[in-house]
């Protein structure tokens, strides 16, 4: 075996791969900053086309600067038509939101200006909303919404899924969901799109390839399952014995625990709020007082049971609760998290090709070294 030029660390945990201003992820003190600003600060308060523009250009934006990066983005909310042509077939052949995205994201670099990466970043962020929602309306075998010029980026989503402008709180609690999944550190899907750019290939396909990586259940897929958790235990009383047989079995806890985090999530704490705020009545008021008797039963089971494993509620519990008060079906929670990452993927692409060099690590090659050639009519 060949010997390594440097230690080998699977999935390459602890590796430093690159400088970024985008976002700080302390998992020790439970701290996420985005681009200068707590995540408790920026997420509940801001427009996501401020957040866009404080992640392109490293401030937020003046008045002057976001009515132009409003109009930019309007502009660009209508698909090429071979982008509806290949959402149809996607839809006719029963693709799932994220293949369909996937495949549709490709499809941008037939858009006017397609090369350059700031364009691309404006038609990407300003058109992934009308792809998942026309995919989804031609899946129920109903045309597509065009979108409507007179909303912002958060409204034009809930209007192109449901033909009607959406009640201002929903509006907010999506945006402000939006806002807080927007980046955070060098996760699979932002490595994945700096990897390609660093090709210096274009950052259409490095988007593209992010969106790959968030397809996966171990990264983007989780917070459908948080909440089949809660609707299962449907009542607080049943909490503790549901919870228990379910640490019993060896099942995993959707929601609980994180691979950066040691302590409780911060985006947690930013979801519940929204989803409370957005629940003050009615059912969905019942609903966020059983997911909160739930998440303290997990808790004090968890701390329990695996004592000393810090196993804190994450962003997937809250996120399941509050998608799901705003309307969302399970089967669109991922690409509504796309619809956000893609500010933090373009801005990452941004980074990387303006100082970053070709991401290539190394490896360890376990195989033989000594060999034999053996002639094909003498093998077995």
């Known amino acids: 075996m ?28 439970g701290k ?12 509940p308060t801001a427009t996501f086309e401020e957040t866009l523009h404080l992640f392109w250009e490293g401030s937020l934006p003046g008045r002057n600067e976001l009515d132009l990066l409003e109009r930019e983005l309007a502009e660009r909310r209508v698909l090429p038509p071979a982008t509806y042509e290949l959402l149809r077939a996607a839809a006719d052949g029963a693709a799932e939101p994220m293949d369909a ?9 037939l858009a006017p200006g397609a090369g350059d990466p700031r364009e691309d970043a404006r038609r990407l962020v300003a058109a992934f909303p009308t792809i998942v929602a026309a995919h989804w309306r031609l899946r129920a075998g109903e045309p597509p919404i065009a979108p409507d010029p007179a909303l912002g980026h958060v409204a034009n989503y809930l209007y192109m899924l449901e033909g009607a402008r ?42 593209t390839g992010a969106v790959g990586a968030l397809k996966g259940p171990l990264h983007g897929g989780a917070p459908g399952p ?3 958790m809660v609707f299962e235990i449907g009542e607080a009383s049943r909490a503790e014995a549901v919870v228990r047989r379910m640490l019993e079995r060896g099942d995993r806890l959707m929601g609980f625990g994180h691979r950066v985090y040691k302590v409780r999530d911060p985006r947690a704490d930013v979801l519940s709020q929204a989803a ?38 994450n962003v997937e519990y809250y996120t399941a609760l509050l998608l799901h008060g705003i309307g969302l079906p399970k089967e669109l929670f991922t690409p509504t998290f796309a619809i ?19 991401i290539r690590p190394a490896s360890v ?11 094909i009519d003498q093998r077995r």
């Open 340 to 358: 956000g990452r893609v500010g933090g993927w373009t801005a990452h692409c941004f980074e990387q090709l303006e100082g970053g060099r070709l």
């Open 166 to 207: 959406p009640h201002p709180r929903r509006e907010r609690a999506l945006t402000t969901y939006l806002n807080t999944v927007i980046d955070h550190g060098m996760n699979a899907s932002t490595f994945t799109a700096r990897v390609i750019i660093s090709t210096r290939s274009d950052v259409v396909s490095a988007v």
């Open 226 to 228: 948080a909440l089949d």
């Open 32 to 43: 996420l900053i985005l681009a200068g600003l707590p995540v408790e600060v920026l997420a």
């Open 276 to 313: 409370r705020t957005l629940a003050d009545e009615g059912e969905a008021a019942e609903l966020h007082a059983l997911a909160r008797a739930v998440e303290e039963t997990v808790l004090r089971l968890l701390e329990e049971q695996k004592p000393g494993r810090r196993l804190k509620t």
């Open 101 to 109: 995205l996937r495949m549709a994201a490709a499809t941008l670099s």
């Open 365 to 375: 090659y376990t195989g033989e070294e000594h060999g034999r050639w053996t002639p």
């Open 2 to 29: 060949s010997t390594p030029a440097a230690a080998y660390s699977p999935g390459l945990e602890g590796v430093v791969a690159a400088e970024t201003r985008l976002s700080h992820v302390d998992g020790e003190a």
